[in-house]
């Protein structure tokens, strides 16, 4: 599901394309110039060639590789791979996180996914509206949003609350 959320041109591949798709969406979503500019895009292929690529000398991905990367890390170490996904999603959420605040308000929320090739406004509202928004700024925290990452991709116990795995059911 995660991979398929970063396959932005939805041809079955991660590649430098939907890097580069994603990219010029966000910056451009964000009206960021300039250095802002070149900053959010150089932290953008920072992340995708450390914690998706897994090297910088790949051009793209499939999901079976995608797949047995994560699976392989977990299985050697569980406690080094959650530490490890905390740090990947950390380090995309102050991506992300446009406007440097620690909050993700409704209109970075959806330009965010709209960067990254999910259209569904509406679907993208109903997810926002899932997550632990703080009713004092209307914005969700990073660091929540960073630990429902977290527990995606790493928790075993399927009783787990997981407002990830619940937008991945609505459609995402």
């Known amino acids: 599901m995660w991979y398929n959320s970063l ?16 990219k010029n969406k966000f910056t451009i979503f964000h009206e960021l ?24 000398a790949k051009k793209e991905i499939s999901e079976s590789e995608f797949v047995e990367k994560l699976r392989e890390a977990y299985k050697k170490d569980k406690t080094a791979f959650k530490r490890e996904m905390q740090e ?20 970075e929320f959806i330009r965010s996914f ?9 679907l993208v509202r109903k997810i926002f509206s899932m997550s632990n928004v703080n009713p004092e700024n209307e ?11 977290v527990t995606f991709v790493t928790e075993e116990d399927s009783d787990v609350k997981d407002i990830i795995m619940e937008a991945f059911s609505e459609g995402l």
């Not at 070149?38 to 992340?47: L, S």
Request: negative net charge; aromatic residues 10%; charged residues 30%.
């Open 7 to 22: 396959d932005v041109n939805h041809d079955g591949k991660v590649s430098v394309q939907d890097v580069q798709e994603s």
């Open 33 to 56: 110039v300039g250095e802002k500019a070149k900053r959010v895009q150089v932290n953008f292929d920072a992340w995708l060639n450390k914690y998706i690529f897994g090297t910088g």
């Open 88 to 107: 990947c999603f950390d380090c995309i959420y102050a991506v992300l996180d446009a406007n440097k605040d620690r909050n993700i308000d409704l209109d």
């Open 114 to 122: 709209k960067a990254f090739g999910h259209e569904n406004e509406a």
């Open 139 to 149: 914005a969700l925290p990073v660091r929540d949003i960073v630990s429902a990452w």
